[in-house]
């Protein structure tokens, strides 16, 4: 399985980047090669203390670069999803499936131009969850 890089987001505020080809979005925890595939350090990471873990295409991204957000700014395909993270961040995006029973789910970004390929959204680091505009319960 290729690696993928991310950036993981821990509900404490950490972040980590590196790279994993075991994540699997009904698995409870996944390992981590800090600074990449061949890292220094392997950690096992636990999802349920996540916010997000951001499928990135570069580490280093473009800190200048304003992603494009709201409705108008969405060209992609699927439900048409906007999440209100507890810690006052908002993604908006979308995602071909939602089950409350998992996890989390996949976002994949409005903005094309975005350095965010996919993002998996954990449903315990939410607040507000927004599906096709109609507000979704959450259940914590």
Avoid: C
Wanted: charged share 25%; hydrophobic share 40%.
């Amino acid at each position: 399985m290729p690696a993928n890089k991310i950036v993981v987001h821990e509900k404490s505020g950490n972040v980590l980047k590196g790279t994993t080809a075991d994540f699997l979005p009904k698995r409870p925890l996944f390992h981590l090669a800090v600074g990449g595939m061949h890292g220094e350090e392997m950690k096992k990471i636990v999802v349920d203390h996540l916010k997000a873990i951001f499928f990135v295409k570069d580490f280093g991204g473009d800190k200048d670069y304003k992603e494009a957000k709201g409705p108008d700014a969405l060209p992609g395909s699927g439900k048409k999803i906007r999440v209100v993270f507890k810690d006052g961040e908002t993604v908006s995006g979308y995602t071909h499936a939602i089950n409350m029973e998992q996890p989390g789910f996949f976002l994949v970004p409005g903005d094309p131009k975005s350095n965010n390929e996919r993002i998996f959204i954990v449903f315990s680091s939410l607040s507000q969850l927004e599906v096709d505009g109609s507000l979704v319960t959450l259940t914590q």
